[in-house]
């Protein structure tokens, strides 16, 4: 069940955040601290490019005895490519460590921005000694994180194990350089159940791949991603060690959390005005329709498509062709839904008639299902992206400037 | 050694084109049709999309004697995805056939435009029976296929095999859902050179893999791709039908043929206002190498960075960081040439001091090259693509209407 607030909801957490002036002519914050009363089971999932930033090295080492009681994450400056990276995160991880009297290996760190600046240490350190941390700072510490995105990303849910009422809460960041494979983009995931470590992982894992890795905004996977989860412990309910009916409700609660972030970080894509939602049936295997979804989500045809509200079904077929799956085209069909309607526009691999205005109608709404059946068996799977329009084009003209 | 002209210019070879009024609003021609005197042998390479146009069925069946004539293109319709596409599409060429008096099964037939519309065959008919060729219609055929092309695609050359003068000329039509792993887009391409079916096909086939399948605009691997190329032998040179020196003198004019129009396909690619070029080199092998130039040629961040000559580097290295290769970050080194000058803007993974109004400078060009060295080993390749702009958007938000 969807309750009020982030990451502060749970129990035992509390959040803030603090302006450092990392980037020019911006009075934004800039800086966010998420931070446990009592030490956390931790895990996390990293981006998969051969390049990652810093801060992920040092998250990696800090994780180790998968442990964890506060989260740091600056924007502005992505910390990545850099000769000294690796120095300064471990440096950030100290300030903010000494600050809030923890040790330094329980810092899980993130930074988002531009990539191959030198970090600004000196204004970080500032920010860190005047940071003030509570338990109504979630919108605050969602708000220091974005980059391009429009829309603060937060969620809340409340669910029972054995009676005993748990929360899960979270903040992420999204917009651009976005794509599938990997851990994608930053969400930090605070939760007052009692799990060990590696339940905590598995769950996390679990939740990973039908949701953010499902998500392409513009098929550049990014150096800094990652998504982590501290669990406190204070709901009280009975350890959760392995996989049993409480960890499945864990899991489902989890599942809601990211599934929520996931769409919600593809509507929000650089320069979007839709949520894409495209969904495969009937599938040789769960796999295959994983791969069909995804092309049809990254495809700039489709997405400049759907941003003009044009029913060119053909780009679809296109894309499902070059997904690299087995299919026969002459069993595909091919449905547009939304709260306007639906309408089948493609039958047997063939348009059917259809009326352009009904279709224009149905597509001309902030979320678009397309629901591809490929008729050859029970794989399904469902991708997130976004529409893509001249918005996405200006906003990285001169991201830098 | 380029030469004025294109399919016309090697001897025997006639164009022309016509139009249909295929696609409403335009009174551009539409249908355009090259003939060769004599019986050709004749080659050819299609899209490896699942999902493939009429006109390549019909066009695999009439080129398995290896033999043709004519070569027959219509733009604003692809005749793909249609219930009785292949049939049309036999009609089409039993039309062509009998308006030359030449057999159905020497015909090279392609269409290009909308996905999933009926071909319009009563408008075809009309447009071949009044259609008329001549010595100097290259230029109209280069016109008739093309579709959102600005600028027409001819060139041809002239090269000797033994003290024989030989020619090639080609048309070529390019723009949107173009990208690598296939025979890209259409280009057709005449010589007068003596050679075998097979030696002809391998010639092909050789000279695609570094230009046309090195060219990505949008990612997107459309339906209709093909390259075809007819022989008609009547430069005179003794018949080439094993791979010796006159097969590469050969092969070395028919690459300079493709390499031109891949760079032209990628410089007029949807929107595009710049060409971009990306040269690796020092990596592991050719493989690895083609794997990293063509996943920065193919990213949204890199070609909108590019658009607004922005020296934005760190997204280089991410799309290099997320190519499926194997490499150290600190080891790359990036370096940005035009006719402006050049620029070296990251040293072993890591930003080097450089001037940005150099930067910018440099990048204010119409023809980019990132030169990117992975100091590993010796595998080059170069890959051709464009800048991403609010133009793309523009043409492909409504095409359809």
Chains 1, 2 share one sequence.
């Not at 941390?133 to 220091?144: L, Q, T």
Request: aromatic share 4%.
């Amino acid at each position: 069940m969807f309750i009020e607030g982030g990451v502060t909801a749970p129990k035992g957490f509390k959040a803030g955040a603090t302006h450092c002036g990392i980037r020019k002519n911006t009075r934004k914050n800039d800086l966010a601290v998420i931070i446990s009363e009592k030490i956390c089971t931790a895990a996390a999932v990293y981006t998969q490019n051969k390049v990652f930033g810093a801060p992920i090295t040092v998250t990696r080492e800090h994780l180790q005895d998968g442990k964890a009681k506060l989260v740091i994450c600056n924007s502005g400056n992505a910390n990545t490519c850099n000769k000294d990276g690796v120095e300064l995160a471990n440096k950030m991880s100290q300030l903010v460590a000494d600050k809030f009297n923890i040790n330094k290996e329980d810092v899980i760190i993130a930074s988002t921005g531009v990539i191959g600046q030198t970090l600004p240490i000196d204004k970080i350190s500032q920010g860190i000694s005047k940071i003030a941390v509570s338990e109504n700072g979630s919108v605050e510490a969602a708000e220091a994180i974005m980059t391009t995105d429009l829309v603060l990303k937060e969620v809340a849910v409340e669910f029972e194990i054995e009676n005993t009422i748990c929360k899960i809460g979270a903040i992420a960041k999204g917009s651009g350089m976005i794509a599938p494979n990997m851990a994608t983009m930053l969400t930090f995931i605070t939760t007052d159940v009692n799990i060990s470590t590696e339940m905590l992982q598995l769950a996390l894992t679990k939740t990973i791949e039908p949701t953010y890795n499902m998500v392409d905004v513009d098929g550049d996977t990014s150096t800094n991603d990652m998504v982590s989860i501290i669990a406190n412990g204070e709901a009280g309910n009975d350890l959760i060690d392995t996989e049993n009916e409480n960890f499945k409700a864990f899991v489902d609660a989890l599942m809601e959390v990211n599934l929520f972030l996931a769409k919600m970080i593809a509507k929000d894509g650089e320069g979007a005005t839709k949520l894409l939602i495209v969904e495969i049936i009937g599938a040789n295997n769960d796999q295959d329709a994983k791969k069909l979804a995804k092309a049809v989500t990254a495809s700039s045809l489709v997405k400049t498509a759907v941003y003009g509200n044009d029913a060119n079904w053909g780009r679809i077929l296109c894309a499902l062709g070059y997904a690299d799956v087995e299919f026969d085209p002459n069993n595909v069909s091919v449905k547009f839904l939304s709260k306007n309607g639906e309408i089948l526009i493609c039958e047997q691999g063939a348009s059917v008639m259809f009326d352009e205005s009904v279709a224009t109608h149905v597509l001309n709404e902030s979320e678009i299902t397309i629901l591809v059946d490929m008729h050859q068996n029970n794989g399904t799977a469902t991708a997130f992206g976004c529409d893509l329009t001249e918005k996405y084009i200006d906003i990285n003209a001169s991201y830098r400037s």
